[in-house]
């Protein structure tokens, strides 16, 4: 009792600090509405140098909130793209931040018009467990490059890394500018009631839908990016090597925990075998073991590691074939795992995976596969394997989804030009790139009118000959 006393002061606390960092950041924001091109570049600078000053100790926390998270994917998926990303956006704010001049018509002329990329203020990110650094470095640096104010819910699951990021970011930015919140679940359902300029929110869609309502009630807006189911389809003719590598690349990356991993894959019946081998082949390519192989990214926590046992042992129990790669797990590894004949009544097909478990389900057409997909919510990423043009020019018509590649996975995410999110329930808006700067800025329409104003004319009272010569000019 005495505990779960001191655990709501703690909580009671940690929310009132909470209301008094957003509002120190709104007034800093008033204080500086417009923050010069210049500023955040130095912004920016600062940030990309504290990166990398500090990857080691920033791949040691990963590592240990993980148990297991190899280095090199730290590197490769958190460090790099988060690197690329600010170096890419600070060679383009000068431009982003250029009004852009817009044609007047000539009922309204002598006029001008243009939109300004004004800064919306203070910004809320909500960063979940599976890549803590890339997931909250990369909102702020858009938001920062369109001029806001950040404040970062850091996940629960990731203790080290989040208490670590929240250290890091206190020593290059003050807390009206940039802070990190910590906390339990409570904290974060305070969190997304603040009525915040925009509020950026990566996980769960069912925790999507409360975050959603919770922004709703101040009017905030919002960008979703949550995760889905995302396929990926083969087609008839491509190398099975070809394929099968480049899926367990994008399902073994990270042990599958990661929004984009391909959730399930659709195989051309009569190639199901043959497919099955090359992937088995594939994947202990890259991971001839899994005991104590410090390349083999262990699950982020038990009840995680529980919930993956779960849709092995439902799936089983419901008929589906269960092919491990290896022998036996260790720790919160969790042996790669291929479904057969899995059902839409199994979990692990009703719900997103994050983990590395992988049905296969043969199609029969491509129209069949096609229809697979989108009779289903749509996805986040959509993964298409053949080289025949004209076919993937059918997949980008034909089926919806946040984002796609051609013949690879999750590369699209680490592409700065492009925008990145969701669509229905896999999200909403955008970010990344330009993008990004958009999300956080509000496009502001200006239309100038000096001394001359040719207007008057139109003025009531109505009927002149002047306003019936407008009318037949311009109505037509």
């Not at 104010?149 to 890091?168: A, D, F, N």
């Not at 890259?286 to 009840?303: K, V």
Request: glycine share 6%; with cysteine.
């Amino acid at each position: 009792m005495v505990a779960e006393i001191s655990h709501l002061q703690q909580t009671q606390q940690q929310i009132s600090e909470l209301e008094s960092l957003f509002q120190q950041q709104r007034a800093a924001f008033r204080a500086n509405p417009m923050p010069s091109a210049e500023q955040r570049i130095q912004w920016l600078k600062s940030l990309r140098q504290l990166l990398r000053d500090e990857q080691q100790t920033l791949i040691e926390a990963i590592n240990r909130d993980f148990s297991n998270r190899s280095a090199d994917e730290t590197l490769l998926a958190e460090l790099m793209p988060c690197l690329q990303g600010i170096h890419y956006a600070s060679k383009r704010i000068k431009r982003w931040m250029k009004p852009s001049r817009r044609a007047v018509g000539l009922a309204f002329q002598p006029a001008t018009a243009k939109v300004v990329y004004q800064p919306l203020g203070v910004v809320g990110v909500i960063v979940p467990w599976n890549y803590p650094l890339f997931l909250s470095v990369g909102p702020l640096t858009g938001a920062l490059a369109a001029g806001n104010r950040v404040m970062i819910k850091m996940s629960e699951s990731t203790p080290t890394t989040s208490q670590l990021i929240k250290e890091l970011l206190a020593r290059i930015f003050p807390e009206d500018l940039v802070c990190v919140v910590l906390g339990e679940a409570d904290v974060g359902v305070a969190f997304s009631r603040l009525p915040f300029d925009h509020l950026l929110f990566t996980g769960a869609t069912s925790i999507g839908r409360h975050v959603m309502r919770a922004a709703a009630e101040n009017l905030t807006p919002v960008t979703l990016e949550l995760g889905g189911k995302s396929p990926a389809i083969v087609s008839a003719d491509v190398p099975l090597a070809d394929a099968a590598e480049r899926i367990a690349f994008g399902k073994c990356l990270n042990a599958g925990q990661t929004c984009v991993a391909p959730d399930y894959v659709l195989v051309p019946r009569p190639r199901l075998d043959a497919f099955v081998e090359a992937y088995r082949q594939a994947v202990l390519r890259f991971y001839p073991r899994l005991e104590n192989n410090p390349d083999y990214t262990a699950i982020i926590n038990e009840r995680q590691l529980q919930r993956l046992q779960g849709y092995l042992s439902d799936a089983e129990s419901k008929g589906a074939t269960l092919i491990p790669l290896y022998p036996q797990g260790q720790g919160r590894r969790l042996p790669h795992t291929l479904v057969l004949n899995a059902r839409d009544d199994m979990k692990l097909m009703q719900e997103e995976i994050f983990g590395p478990l992988l049905p296969i389900i043969p199609y029969d057409r491509l129209e069949d596969a096609f229809a697979y997909v989108n009779e289903r919510p749509r996805p986040l990423a959509l993964y298409y394997f053949g080289y025949d043009k004209a076919e993937q020019q059918r997949v980008l018509h034909e089926t919806h989804s946040g984002g796609v590649c051609l013949n690879d996975t999750l590369l699209h995410v680490a592409q700065d030009d492009l925008p990145f999110g969701g669509i229905g329930p896999s999200g909403m808006g955008h970010y990344h790139g330009h993008e990004g700067f958009l999300t956080f800025s509000k496009a502001k329409g200006v239309y100038v009118k000096q001394r001359f104003n040719a207007a008057r004319p139109i003025y009531p009272p109505y009927g002149k000959l002047l306003q019936k010569l407008v009318y037949k000019l311009f109505i037509r």
